[in-house]
């Protein structure tokens, strides 16, 4: 080959190799994690955004691909594969290391991961990248405190306030921080603040009952303490998260939105999520249950009856969907059913507490008694807190005529349960009208009376006062409050009561006492629960 065909040669190579130089080379991809156990609806959104990223990325633009990667990572981190969504995001934020949201979702995958100092230095750099960004701010303010760093947290908190006043999260733990500084009143001045933006919130009084007991306000803290809340519960408004999910077509992220759609008590949309969830879960029990619910809220019972029916048909062993037609047969006041639906759940779970005191109060209300004690002694075997189960067993040995085991009941319970009065006035009737001599005591029974009566005024008090006065013989007595008792019957449109009153009031002036505590259609008798 001559000179000039050699330099020919040499140029157009070299202009070869110029030329592919400019060319953006295809990065390396990260390998998708498993997606074993996901749903299959979310497992092919996941890959078939992969395909989306191996197209963009062949094509060698850059900003394009990190987009792409970035996407596939934040399907990764909704559906919690945290290691294989950090992966995405590293390799995003290598071809963009300008875009602050790589950084910091890899803080929320490692904050994830229980991985706090590494979460931290992410959200540090995406603070760098968007100095204006509160939830990174305050999430780095998060990480410092839980790396027991108050003072290096407090900083970051402080320009959250700044940038945003009306967020809760940042005038919240910036009020942590303080009172693990030991700084009481910037915490108390600090949480106050966050309780004003957030009145409801149990985790703010919590933090606020040790800001107090720290003051040394012993009053206010033990008010506040009892509303336990986990403070990371407490989370900044974030767009970036709230993506998250939004982005997900999946069973468990429509589940998740028709949960928080009960929540709000906005049941339409409660049924449209979880309706969407049944479609990509069909197989999914709790879905079933959960639009079970959301339709029985919405009205529309007969649906819901079918996706209860749906959910005992998918998982036949679990009580739980027993439990719930259960409750809605009583809602429909077909009782058998209840009873029937009932009993199948405290079979397949014998310590479903529950269930035993729905199987109780049916089988008392229709005429089971001696069988609805047994569910009631159950629920007391493990939860002796149980009021409402200890009224029931009380008034089941009431119809049963056992009046003398009823007494030693309620005496029991009234000592349990002194803040409710309702034990001590069964007591008290049971004490001016029980049919067995052995039990009565007029002269307690009016004590009682009268100290319940001090506090709260009704006309079943009066008329547990008119007993006692007849039993002790004073029927003047008796008549003026039995009198009373029925007028304020009548102006409650008690009707049921009012002929029973009537009746009872003619015994009297007749000069003869009661020895009914209570009429055979009293609705204590006849436990339904609350609509």
């Given amino acids: ?127 760098r990248l968007d100095p204006n960004h509160v939830p ?100 900044p408004d974030d767009p970036l998260m709230d993506s998250l999910q939004a982005g997900l077509e999946s069973g468990a992220a ?55 029916e749906t959910a005992i048909r998918l998982s036949p062993e679990l009580p739980k969907p027993r439990y719930t037609l259960g409750l809605l047969a009583e809602s429909e006041l077909k009782d058998p059913e209840a009873i029937e639906q009932f009993s199948a759940a405290v079979r397949l779970d014998p310590e479903y507490l529950e269930a035993h005191a729905s199987l109780a109060d049916a089988l008392r209300r229709n005429g089971r008694v001696e069988s609805s004690l047994a569910h009631y002694r159950k629920v007391l075997a493990v939860d002796p807190a149980a009021s409402p189960a200890r009224l029931g067993y009380g008034m089941g040995l009431v119809r049963l005529g056992r009046y003398r085991e009823a007494r030693a009941w309620f005496e029991q319970a009234a000592t349990l349960h002194p803040e409710q009065p309702g034990f001590t006035h069964a007591l008290a009737r049971l004490l001016a009208a029980a049919p067995d001599d052995t039990v009565r005591d007029g002269r307690r029974a009016l004590q009682l009376t009268q100290a319940l009566l001090q506090s709260s005024q009704s006309w079943t008090l009066l008329e547990t006062q008119a007993m006692a006065a007849a039993e002790l013989g004073d029927f003047n007595a008796a008549i003026r409050l039995q009198e009373a008792a029925t007028d304020q019957a009548i ?33 204590v008798f006849f436990p339904r629960p609350a609509a």
């Fill in 136 to 235: 990174s701010l305050i999430w780095l303010g998060d990480m410092q405190l839980v790396l027991g760093q108050p003072a290096a947290a407090e900083p970051y908190l402080t320009t959250a306030i700044e940038l945003q006043p009306s967020s809760v999260a940042a005038w919240f733990h910036r009020g942590r921080a303080a009172l693990a500084k030991g700084d009481v009143r910037q915490a108390i001045a600090d949480l106050e603040r966050a309780r004003s933006l957030d009145p409801d919130s149990d985790p703010v009084y919590y933090q606020l009952g040790l800001a107090y007991r720290a003051a040394g306000d012993q009053v206010k803290a033990a008010d506040y303490l009892k509303r336990r809340g986990d403070a990371s519960s407490i989370v």
């Fill in 491 to 523: 102006a409650s449109a008690q009707r049921n009561a009012v002929a029973h009153l009537r009746m009872v009031l003619a015994e009297y002036r007749r000069g003869m006492a009661c020895r009914t505590p209570w009429r055979a259609d009293d609705p």
């Fill in 254 to 308: 429509y589940l998740t939105r028709g949960m928080e759609a009960i929540e709000r008590r906005d049941w339409a949309a409660a049924v449209a999520h979880l309706r969407k969830a049944a479609e990509l879960s069909p197989g999914d029990t709790t879905t079933h249950l959960n639009l079970g619910t959301a339709l029985f809220l919405a009205g529309d019972r007969a649906a819901a009856r079918g996706a209860f």
């Fill in 1 to 127: 080959m001559s000179r000039a065909g050699c330099v020919l040669v040499s140029c157009l190579l070299a202009a070869g190799i110029a030329c592919r130089s400019n060319v953006t080379p295809r990065p390396t991809l990260p390998a998708l994690p498993d997606l074993t156990g996901l749903d299959q609806s979310l497992q092919q959104q996941i890959r078939g955004e992969f395909e989306t990223l191996e197209r963009t990325a062949q094509a060698g633009r850059s900003e394009e691909t990190a987009e792409a990667l970035g996407r596939v990572g934040r399907s990764l981190l909704a559906a919690e594969r945290y290691a294989g969504a950090g992966s995405f995001f590293t390799a995003a934020g290598a071809l963009n290391s300008k875009d602050m949201r790589w950084p910091y979702y890899l803080g929320h995958v490692h904050k994830s991961m229980q991985q706090p100092e590494i979460a931290a230095r992410f959200f540090e750099q995406s603070h």
